[in-house]
């Protein structure tokens, strides 16, 4: 499966359009990049039996409040608003509602197994049921490759990529060190079914990356923070994820 052109064209706004009262991964984020024309970035966790829109673990840093966005319930959920604003944490249904594929999303499932492994839970099938029959450009991607190889044989007519980087151990601690070697290395690339990668902008020299652009998959890249680094990333990367500054269209 080929990543449509749409991702290769109008840049991605990380999380969404968001501001200072417009929180990351909220519906207003949504709306604003797609006024704006860009594509959208969103991440995916589990709360209950649900799949929302949702970056963090835990719910302190984006509701203020204690406690794991998974354990949450949907009556729980309900009552959640992100940064101290009146905006709740969308599902993935609503996000997909809204946006109704006027622009490409790009859909980050967020590891469950912490240590980038096999225990991947059902995540995956939640957004591949949210996604059956949605009309609009939309790829998915993990830096967990067993969770891209597993939504990719349930889901075969979605693009699917790697979400990668160095893996450096301060950033990376739960994970064995054996692990993040082999991660940093893009070595289930073919494995897992990709058909693109988005790559830290801090290591876009990596030889693997030059040998998969050589083959002519697809290189974006993350998470470009102004016109000089976006400059710079797209010297490598075909298209950027973005935020903190109006991406050139």
Request: hydrophobic letters at 40%; aromatic letters at 6%; charged letters at 25%.
């Amino acid at each position: 499966m080929r990543l449509p052109d749409a991702f290769l064209t109008a840049p991605i706004a990380h999380r969404g359009l968001h501001r200072p009262g417009v929180p990351e991964n909220s519906l207003a984020a949504a709306q604003a990049a797609i006024d704006a024309g860009y594509g959208i970035e969103l991440d995916i966790q589990p709360a209950g039996d649900q799949a929302v829109v949702f970056h963090d673990y835990d719910l302190r840093r984006l509701t203020g409040t204690e406690g794991f966005i998974a354990a949450l319930e949907p009556a729980a959920l309900a009552g959640r608003r992100l940064l101290g604003t009146d905006h709740p944490i969308p599902t993935l249904q609503q996000f997909l509602d809204l946006v109704g594929g006027r622009v490409p999303l790009l859909v980050e499932i967020k590891d469950q197994d912490m240590r980038l492994g096999p225990r991947i839970g059902d995540l995956h099938r939640r957004v591949a049921d949210a996604l059956r029959g949605y009309d609009g450009p939309v790829a998915v991607m993990s830096f967990n490759p067993h969770v891209v190889e597993a939504f990719h044989r349930i889901a075969p007519d979605i693009p699917v990529g790697l979400t990668t980087c160095s893996f450096p151990e301060k950033d990376w601690s739960a994970v064995p060190p054996e692990r993040r070697s082999h991660l940093a290395a893009i070595a289930d690339f073919d494995r897992s079914g990709a058909c693109f990668v988005s790559h830290d902008k801090n290591d876009l020299k990596h030889p693997r990356i030059d040998a998969l652009k050589a083959q002519g998959v697809p290189i974006l890249c993350w998470t470009v923070r102004s016109p000089d680094e976006e400059i710079s990333a797209r010297r490598v990367a075909d298209n950027i994820t973005f935020e903190a500054y109006r991406a050139a269209s």
